[in-house]
């Protein structure tokens, strides 16, 4: 397995990799959208993708991160948003390699901290790799039109 940073060259193995995390999420396949949402993120340095590619050359995960700044902790720190492994027989082995690539690059900029909202789905792979809940934090959401 390799896991690397993907760059805007990247974007044609990436694309159908997060249209298929989205359509797992019951969102309607936008390709057009997915490549102006994926270029911009990386042209403009605004997330960063690590990409898992298989013995095969095959690519078959990615992991999305955020930076993110504490004003009360002042300093960095990077926010886990997306996590996709395809349907694989080591899938547990590359969303668990994609995890530890993500915390050795937080260590590599100097933060400390990784945050994520995490779904049920995920909740029990998470806790493997040593997350916790943090019981005095709460994600609330406020949808406009």
Known sequence: MRIFKAEQWNLAVLLPL???YRLSHGMAENPERTHTFLNNRIRFSESLFFLAFDDQQQAVGFIQLYPRI????LQRYWQL???FVQNTPKKTE???ALIEKAKE???FTQ????TVEQD???RHLLEMEGFKLNPQKAVFELLLD
């Open 70 to 73: 504490s004003s009360l902790r």
């Open 18 to 20: 997060f249209e298929e």
């Open 111 to 114: 933060a400390n901290v990784l």
């Open 120 to 122: 049920q789905q995920q």
């Open 105 to 107: 690059f937080v260590c």
């Open 94 to 96: 590359i969303y668990t």
């Open 81 to 83: 948003t997306d996590i």
